[in-house]
């Protein structure tokens, strides 16, 4: 925690740094936008739910939750343009220098989407706990992708390794160490894009892989009532046996925030995407391929439980 910063320096920095002057930057009571074709997606990131500071520095959490919604918009078929910042701050942050804040939003949007991402506005308070909240506005480059459009025989492909993130947080959280460890470690606290954009034409559902790849694909087949079998190496696979080779399912199955994408399509949706699986007649199951027959795959994963008082 560095010295004291009062909300009009935090804003004035977030200003300079992330929002170059125009109609729809930072300094009304509003943002003016064009919202023809667009794609919102948001997500908020609470401290010692979503992150811990112990693991992770102020630079890390940004890009994560930036990461995150551009993650959702791309998995929509939009394309980012803009964005929002909201926090509610238990005390000052680490704005500035290389792990702060300013320089993790910077480093997402430049890796990303090639820096092309004005922050347009939001909005800060006081508050007991660490609270980061992002909205990122998108336009969509084709056809809006849902988790429900998926059609018996189209493939399942992945645009990207699975798992990694869930064992960085293991390594971090067990002390492990060594060189090994480094790339999953990395994924955790800076997960990177998609190697290559995919061909939304050619795709009938898409969903990011945050919260777990077997939640995730639940959520397809319940959305398209169908069916899904896996087969084949789940990308990431090889990696991660040589770190743990049981937990290896663990991890890739039910762990979380990869920020990967599950496309849905007859064929290859881009030159980097790996197909896993294929859809089947419901009822909505995920199933994986086991010798010569099928075996029901665990579909648990992240879930917020919200208890009544």
Known sequence: MGASVNELDFIDALREALSPPSPAGIGDDGACVDLRDAVVCTDTMVEGVHFDRSYSSWADVAWKLLASNISDCLAMGGEPVSWLLNCALAGTPEVRGDTGLIAGFRACADAWTGGALPLIGGDTARASCNVLSVTVLGRLQGPVLTRSGAVIGDRIWLDGDVGLAAAGLA???????????????????????????????????????????????????????????????????????????????????????????????????????????????????????????????????????????
């Open 171 to 309: 390594a971090l959280r067990e002390a492990q160490a060594g060189p090994a460890w480094e790339r999953a470690v990395q994924a955790h606290r800076r997960p990177a894009p998609p190697r290559a954009r995919a061909n939304p034409a050619s795709v009938h559902a898409a969903i990011d892989v945050s919260d777990g790849l077997a939640i995730d694909l639940m959520r397809v087949a319940t959305a398209s009532r169908v069916g899904i079998e896996l087969h084949g190496e789940i990308p990431g696979n090889a990696y991660l046996r040589g770190l743990d080779p049981d937990r290896v399912d663990e991890w890739q199955l039910r762990g979380g925030d990869d920020y990967v994408r599950v496309l849905v399509s007859p064929e290859a949706p881009g030159a980097h995407c790996t197909a896993i699986g294929h859809v089947t007649g419901g009822p909505p199951r995920v199933q994986r391929r086991h010798g010569s027959g099928v075996v029901p795959v665990d579909t648990g994963g992240w879930v917020h439980q919200l208890d009544r008082d």
